[in-house]
């Protein structure tokens, strides 16, 4: 995922930041400033940086959300079939299912 940089000034200039941009590109937009940065995301976007760096504060739980990235990236994990109810079983037996 990329981001757009805009300076404090521009921003200013716009009186109002690109939120409907951010949210409808999800692109985040990097407010640069003397006195500091920000970024401007969307806010589920920004929920689930924080899911996932609280999920990672575990070695354990990092260790097997790594398993699971590991077994998708070689395709042993399937998509269950939503739509038919059924249950498709993970191939990684350590994540504790």
Not at 3 to 18: F, N
Not at 54 to 74: C, G, K, M, N
Request: proline share 5%; hydrophobic share 40%; glycine share 8%.
């Amino acid at each position: 995922m990329g981001h757009t940089d805009t300076t404090a000034g521009e921003a200013g200039k716009v009186r109002v930041l690109p939120i409907e941009q951010v949210n409808d590109d999800r692109i985040p937009v990097e407010i640069i400033s003397q006195r500091g940065n920000a970024v401007v995301m969307r806010a589920d976007d920004h929920s689930a940086w924080v899911e996932t760096a609280y999920l990672f504060r575990s070695p354990a739980s990092a260790r097997r959300l790594l398993e699971v990235e590991d077994a998708f990236q070689r395709g042993d994990l399937l998509k269950p079939d939503l739509d038919h109810g059924e249950q498709i079983p993970m191939a990684c037996s350590s994540l504790g299912a």
